[in-house]
């Protein structure tokens, strides 16, 4: 999934902790944040703190890369 804006984050924070078959109190849990900031996560918020939803994309086993332009193939696995 290219990832290009908050709504896309939210879409697939949301997508793995229903793979995962987590609540959203559950998912805060494991990442240590609080249930409103998950909520708000999942929602699309576009001032949460960056390095609190990169924390909770790593917990949830979610990476994120970074490529220039020009060097995208096109394949967005």
């Known amino acids: 999934m290219k990832i290009n804006s908050i709504e896309s984050i939210s879409e697939s924070v949301k997508k793995r ?35 609190k939803v990169l924390h909770c994309m790593e917990m949830l086993g979610i990476n994120i890369y970074a490529v220039n332009r020009e060097d995208d193939s096109g394949n967005n696995e």
Do not use: H, P, Y
């Not at 793979?19 to 001032?47: M, W």
């Open 17 to 51: 902790r229903a793979q995962l078959k987590l609540t959203q109190a559950e998912t805060a849990a494991i990442c240590n944040v609080g249930v409103r900031f998950f909520s708000e996560l999942e929602n699309g918020k576009q001032t949460l703190e960056i390095g």
